[in-house]
């Protein structure tokens, strides 16, 4: 007998080790994790307690599910990749029925031997604590036992629920439960009958004041989180290169989409942090556009591309815009120069203690003029929708990152990414339409300046040129015709 369990125990070790064996050596780390919930404690209001939902399991169509993504801030604060967990941090220690003194607990799905082989492993309670390292962590199924009054709270901190979709009639562990607890509670504050271990006093829950907190924290990186957003765009850059020496008229948007894609996966790259986007000529003037339908694109076109590798959760954004022919135009060249120095002017100004608003202006002035200058505009104060959108945001754990939007900080991670789009019928000369540039990079903000992180994408139009002149690995990946007949 004695044997027996001694073996069962070393089936237990292996098969955790060679799980082990199996995952990435570079993801964030326990102590990573941990350290953000301390600075998550020291930054939440006296007799307080946050507490954070997973994410849902969302559903594609019929029995097939969106791939799992976890919430940015779950992930932050855990490194928990599963649905169906809660996590409470309190600002000040509380104590269990055995006595055991903690300030933070975890609630998880418990493993499932049978879901498990359909659907993948999960830490279960045993696995967090080992893995994770979350002392207090427990089965999902243990959160009906789970009793603290929360009505003794100033402040029960949560983000509101209007974006969560948890419909799913197969979800049915307890912490379904309690989520629709908190959203009667949300939503409905007098009708609400619940009775579940959660009962939270009307006048404590705070769906404010958690944001301030996590933009603080999320909006500077730590040194981890550098290394991999450095690797993101290292593997981002990677594909724009690839593709400009690859790119050939003929080929379709779709076809550009996959070879980025390909890249990042060779990179082993995880995902994209947002859907590709690959538009030539007028598609470009669509600034999120994912279509990327246009089956073949020409010599006379401008392709924009803006594609980011998301690496261990972490994402890269950045945009070229090159010339299939491997030659701009003259007025291509003419847009792209000018999108190219509203870019360079908003890197001048870029350092701790300026604006986002004042990299904007930068390029906001460059481009006003530049287009009256071309004839494009009358007058540099004209209103127009050449340049429609913003030039820079936080990169991290979401493409559109949480952060301060202030002034920049050392320690931050942004993009500056003007762009002109000139769509057909616009009320300029003809010889303009269609033309389409985004120029997008990202950058560490550092003590005194910036950090230009995606350099080896070339970006002036000399650069461009030169390396779409180079052979590309792919040059000889020739697949057959499918709709030949033979
Ligand atoms: N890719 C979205 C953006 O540039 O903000
Ligand atoms: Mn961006
Ligand atoms: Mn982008």
Redesign the pocket.
Known sequence: MKQLSLLILMLGFFSLTAQDADLPADFLSKSFHHERREKLREKLPANSVAVFFANPVRNRSNDVDFVYHQDPDFYYLTGYNEPDAVLLVFKDFQTSVNNTKYNEIIFVQPRNEFREMWTGRRLGDKGVKERLGLEQAFNNSAFKQYHVDFSKFASILFFDFKNDVRDNPRDSSDLFNLIAQFKAKVNYPETNKATLAIEPAKNNLDMKGLAPIMDNLRGIKTKEEMELVRKAVRISCAGQVEIMKAIKPGMSEREIQGIHEFVFKKYQAEDV??PS?VGAGHNGCI??YIDNYKPNITNTELILM???AEYHGYTA?I?RTIPVSGKFSPEQKQIYELVLKAQEEAMKVCKPGASFRDLYMATRVVINRGLKELGIIQNETDKHMYYP?GCT?HIGLD??DRGPYERLEEGMMI?I?PGIYIPDNAACDKKWWGIAV?I?DDFLITKDGYEHLSVSAPRTVKDIEAMMKQPSALDHFILPDLDKKN
Do not use: N, Q
């Open positions: 942090g947002y986007i600034l999120h803006d594609l980011g954004d945009t959108h945001h493409v559109h993009t990414e985004r997008e």
